[in-house]
């Protein structure tokens, strides 16, 4: 490694040694001192916006502003506003003439991360500035100029994206000058260890605890364990054990508690991979074929369940024997405890000791919870007989708003895909960028 590189790394706090990482650095350092514009690609959570820093910091405009938009959290409706600026009174709540971000970014660098959620109308008007600079205020007829280095990222796949006529092709040759491909975490298995100790040290610091250091087995979880979020769930992880398990030695059995929720049984998206294996990108052999199109198929029946089970939640017919539905928590958290949602059960007999699911009293008395995991699907003719989430919120005190309801599901979604807005959109059948607004809005967890 040549003394360059680990400058950036000690100046952006990028940690590892592995090749993927080491070639990566290698690009960046090679085109931010250029004019050209870069297309950064990765997996979410991988660390694209610190690699957009890190192309700034290595500029001519280094001493200039960097600005950093996600297009993704912006609502349809006021992003060209948000990008370019608006005059006053251009539209209800206009006010005031307002600056867009390719305006504050003049001189400098911009980032647009998630690139492919922006709309086709705004589309046109990035290409127009990629190819002289100039823009219009919304409300405006006078043409602006900004001289600014644009560095975009996605994580989607653009250029399918262009076949199924959602991204325009021209703004996707002028994007896709030079791409620079960030690794996931699971390709980078000889840094983990090293991200996850500089973690827990910076939070064992800021909680005032002590990192005792982690066990030979828990080292080799770590490293095995897929990583679906990137660095910013191994972060979230080091943070909870941490603060839950103050000041001691991490043991395989500690850290497999912050792994579990965000495995599934049977899922071979978790499995554990041989160490020194370089992910599924680079796999060729059968067997390893044969892996990759399991866990296709394993996710292709994770969705059609998600789908059933909100379905049954929301549509399920409203004829019943005042019976809560047995296969889904009706409202709230799940297994939520909260007396208000226990008490019109109580009343009819029903019993909540298999972690706050209503359970009847005889079913509960011979020791059989109704949520086996051997009969989580309830057969379609169960399905006649249960009632509809309606007949249940009827038994409530008091009605949850529709956006109660919203949240609920959204987030209820969000759990079922450990954090995947594009399973959860899709699922729920909104737009990526409606959900990003719902999430901001109803300040939701991922």
């Not at 900004?146 to 199924?164: G, M, Q």
């Not at 370089?278 to 390893?288: A, I, L, M, Q």
């Not at 737009?431 to 719902?438: C, D, G, M, P, W």
């Amino acid at each position: 490694m040549n003394d360059n590189i680990r400058k950036i790394q000690e100046k952006y706090g990028l940690i590892g040694d592995s090749d993927s990482l080491m070639r990566v650095l290698n690009k960046a350092a090679m085109v931010a001192p250029t004019k050209i514009n870069i297309l950064l690609r990765g997996e979410s959570g991988v660390g694209k916006d610190v690699m957009a820093r890190v192309i700034h910091g290595l500029s001519e405009r280094k001493d200039k502003k960097l600005v950093i938009v996600n297009c993704g959290a912006i609502p349809e409706g006021i992003i060209e506003s948000e990008l370019f600026g608006h005059e006053k009174g251009s539209f209800t709540g206009a006010d005031q003439a307002r600056q867009g971000y390719f305006e504050m970014a003049n001189g400098g660098t911009i980032f647009l991360d998630e690139i492919g959620d922006t709309p086709k109308n705004v589309q046109v008007k990035l290409l127009r500035i990629l190819e002289n600079g100039e823009y219009y205020r919304v409300g405006s007829s006078v043409v602006s100029k900004t001289d600014v280095r644009i560095i975009t990222a996605t994580n989607r796949d653009l250029w399918d994206d262009v076949h199924k006529g959602h991204f325009r092709e021209d703004l996707y040759y002028r994007l896709d000058t030079v791409t620079i491909h960030i690794p996931p975490l699971r390709n980078r298995k000889e840094d983990i260890p090293l991200i996850f100790r500089k973690f827990v040290e910076e939070y064992a610091r800021k909680y005032d605890s002590v990192f005792q250091g982690f066990s030979d087995d828990a080292k080799a979880l770590l490293v095995s364990y897929r990583w679906p979020g990137n660095i910013r769930e191994l972060r979230n992880v080091a943070e909870q054990l941490v603060v839950l398990e103050k000041s001691q030695f991490v043991t395989a059995e500690k850290l497999q508690k912050y792994l579990k929720g965000r495995q599934h049984h049977g899922s071979t998206d978790n499995l554990p991979m041989a160490l020194g294996s370089s992910g599924f990108n680079d796999r060729t052999d059968d067997r390893d074929r044969h892996m990759f199109y399991a866990t296709l198929l394993e996710l292709r029946t994770e969705i059609s369940d998600i789908k059933k089970m909100l379905g049954t939640l929301i549509y399920s017919q409203m004829s019943g024997d005042g019976k809560p539905l047995r296969s889904l928590p009706l409202l709230g958290a799940p297994g939520s405890t909260d007396p208000r949602y226990q008490q019109p059960y109580r009343q009819q007999g029903w019993n909540y000791e298999n972690d706050g699911y209503p359970v009847e009293k005889e079913t509960a008395a011979s020791g059989h919870g109704v949520r086996n995991d051997e009969n989580a699907e309830i057969a379609h003719e169960e399905l006649a007989d249960a009632p509809s989430l309606l007949d249940y919120l009827r038994k409530l005190d008091e009605v949850p708003s529709l956006e109660q309801t919203e949240k609920f599901l959204i987030q209820y979604a969000l759990e079922r895909f450990d954090g995947n807005r594009r399973k959860t959109a899709e699922t729920l059948g909104m737009s990526e960028r409606t959900l990003y607004r719902k999430i901001d809005q109803y300040e939701l967890q991922p």
